[in-house]
């Protein structure tokens, strides 16, 4: 009998143990995704300076706290008047924008340090990336059959790729980028914008009859398909042989031979993007992930409307569908507030506003840690800058690391920090993780 006990309770103690190393290794497992005490504060005072920065800055916008640490809604005043129909459903703009906070420092902060211009290693360094990323780029990519013959697929590509990324992060100190909005010709921010270190602009600008507006320098130019085809019309507006040209979409049979025959003097590249999910639509944030990229500081002109505008207008041409202003206007004051951008408008129009309460760089960065965790991001909470690379790729380089001599301050730190990698977001799968590339050594 006494046995029996004896043996029901070591079976008992056993049976406890495996339950509590069962629980322990689960919790384990858990371990970096974990969220400390730290973690949650940083989410709840990042929503505190969010709410007020918005109601001090978005002209009439508010935010409010949702479900979780992460949610936010931002609504207009009841009497905003939208102006937007869907054009399939016809329904009204609404007043009221669901976003996620953390979502958007998390994937927003990765873009300061990631490339975003496509280049040989990353194409190589890409489990088939030839096949599969490689010859979608290109425009009849069909035609290549997955690049079965590598040199014809490289063939098209090779006017467009260059081997390692021109533009590193914190290259350009102060950037500026410009939409296309009705609204800048509002306001003549011509000079301001010419004072930019480097100036991105969108698509086919005809702006020589407005730069009083809207400025004449030109650093980089985004294209999408239609304006890509016209290259050669695009590549005369400024500065011939300087200003560099950014495509959106695949490289055209066409565009290949107006670079070699018109001959187009101006750098060409392909972009490669990140993905922001539904919230982030449009092509004007295409623009600012590609300015922060490279830059300290990002300000945004001719992108937003203030209060009571008339109608989404572009000033050069038909306004188009797929333009959301309301939803347009409440996601760039999001990125405000996360200190990503800063706005400038007919309503902030004063070059030294300040952004008030805008979170300091410590507690973004801290928010930023806690929203990796919980969105159960590679790397997440790890001090190793390469942590968040699933993917990495050697690179024989030359020179210092691969950094050009000259280079800003910010810029070398940086990229001693990452101890020379060149990071790469992968498209569509912002969890998981980046394509780096790291020198051999
Ligand atoms: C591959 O493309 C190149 C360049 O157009 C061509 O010279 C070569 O014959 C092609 N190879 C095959 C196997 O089709
Ligand atoms: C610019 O002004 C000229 C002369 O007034 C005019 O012919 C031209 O159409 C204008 N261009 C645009 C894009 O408005
Ligand atoms: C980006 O790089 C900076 C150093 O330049 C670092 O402080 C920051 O934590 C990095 N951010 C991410 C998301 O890795």
């Not at 497992?29 to 989410?43: K, M, N, Q, T, V």
């Not at 609404?94 to 990353?122: K, P, Y």
């Not at 008339?310 to 206007?329: A, M």
Request: with cysteine.
């Amino acid at each position: 009998m006494r046995l029996l006990q004896l043996a029901f309770l070591v079976a008992l103690a056993s049976g406890l143990s495996a339950i509590l190393i069962y629980i322990t290794g689960v919790s384990d497992l858990d371990g970096p995704f974990r969220l400390s005490s730290e973690d949650l504060e940083a989410l709840k005072s990042l929503q505190i300076h969010f709410q007020k920065c918005v109601s001090a800055n978005g002209l009439g916008l508010q935010a409010v706290h949702g479900r979780d640490n992460c949610e936010v809604s931002l609504k207009f005043p009841e009497d905003t008047i939208p102006k937007w129909k869907d054009p399939k459903t016809g329904e009204l703009e609404g007043l009221s924008f669901d976003f996620n906070l953390c979502e958007a420092v998390a994937t927003w902060e990765q873009v300061r340090n990631s490339t975003t211009i496509l280049t040989r290693e990353f194409i190589d360094a890409l489990p088939n990336g030839w096949e599969e990323y490689a010859w979608r780029r290109i425009n009849k990519g069909v035609l290549l059959n997955g690049c079965e013959n590598r040199t014809l697929c490289m063939e098209k590509l090779s006017l467009v790729l260059p081997d390692r990324p021109p533009y590193t992060p914190r290259q350009f100190g102060r950037c500026a980028v410009i939409g296309n909005s009705g609204d800048l010709l509002k306001t003549k921010f011509g000079k301001e914008i010419d004072s930019y270190d480097a100036v991105v602009r969108r698509m086919e600008h005809l702006y020589r009859n407005f730069t009083e507006y809207v400025g004449t320098k030109s650093t980089f130019r985004l294209l999408n398909r239609g304006s890509a085809k016209a290259l050669d019309k695009v590549a005369e507006l400024y500065d011939k042989g300087k200003e560099v040209l950014i495509v959106k979409t695949t490289i055209h049979d066409i565009m290949n031979k107006m670079i070699r025959e018109v001959p187009i003097l101006n750098p060409v590249y392909l972009m490669l993007g990140a993905s922001f999910g539904s919230a982030a639509k449009g092509t004007g944030l295409k623009a600012l992930e590609f300015a922060l990229s490279m830059c300290d500081t990002v300000d945004m002109y001719g992108f937003t409307v203030d209060p009571g505008y008339k109608e989404w207008t572009r000033y050069f041409s038909e306004s188009r569908q797929g333009h959301t202003p309301l939803q347009g206007r409440a996601y760039y004051q999001m990125m405000e507030c996360l200190g990503l951008i800063k706005i400038h408008s007919p309503m902030r129009a004063d070059p030294n506003r300040v952004v008030k309460w805008v979170p300091s760089h410590s507690l973004i960065s801290a928010a930023r840690i806690a929203s990796e965790k919980l969105l159960r991001r590679v790397g997440a909470g790890s001090s190793d800058p390469l942590a968040a690379c699933s993917i990495i790729g050697k690179q024989q380089l030359k020179g210092k690391f691969g950094l050009s001599s000259g280079s800003r301050k910010a810029a070398v730190e940086h990229h001693k920090y990452v101890r020379g990698a060149t990071m790469y977001p992968l498209e569509h799968s912002p969890g998981h993780g980046l394509l780096c590339t790291v020198p051999l050594t």
